[in-house]
């Protein structure tokens, strides 16, 4: 079983930029497609962005388009969300999930295993 473990999450202004990474365990990491997810309190979990095996698609949430950028490195088992022009909209709990697809999906649903979180706090 495959398990996630997200970093890099914090305080900042903002405009600032923040890294996330998803360290995952397991070998089939290379073989599944990778999303982030977020939730901010009193909200449900959306869809931020997903990227497929061999990292040719991806896709984005049109609140995050032309600010946040998915990316994975397989030789390390990890997936990156680089965020940058942080607004406080996008203060949220980042998730990492993964499916067993190598295809991406914006569904929540299709995931089928998540790490724990990280937080994400963008304020004055």
């Known amino acids: 079983q495959v398990q996630l473990v997200e970093s890099g999450g914090g305080l900042v202004q903002p405009g600032d930029s923040l890294r996330l990474s998803c360290a995952a365990s397991?070998?089939?990491?290379?073989?599944?497609?990778m999303g982030w997810f977020r939730q901010a309190p009193g909200k449900e979990r959306e869809f931020v962005a997903s990227?497929?095996?061999?990292?040719?698609?991806?896709r984005y949430a049109d609140s995050v388009k032309d600010r946040f950028t998915i990316s994975r490195d397989n030789a390390k088992n990890t997936v990156y969300l680089q965020m940058n022009s942080l607004k406080p909209e996008d203060t949220a709990v980042y998730y990492c999930?993964?499916?067993?697809?190598?295809?991406?999906?914006?569904?929540?649903?299709?995931?089928?295993?998540w790490g724990q979180g990280t937080q994400v706090t963008v304020s004055p």
């Open positions: 990227i497929s095996r061999s990292a040719i698609s991806t």
């Open positions: 397991g070998r089939t990491f290379s073989s599944n497609a």
């Open positions: 999930a993964g499916r067993y697809s190598i295809s991406i999906s914006t569904s929540a649903l299709e995931y089928v295993y």
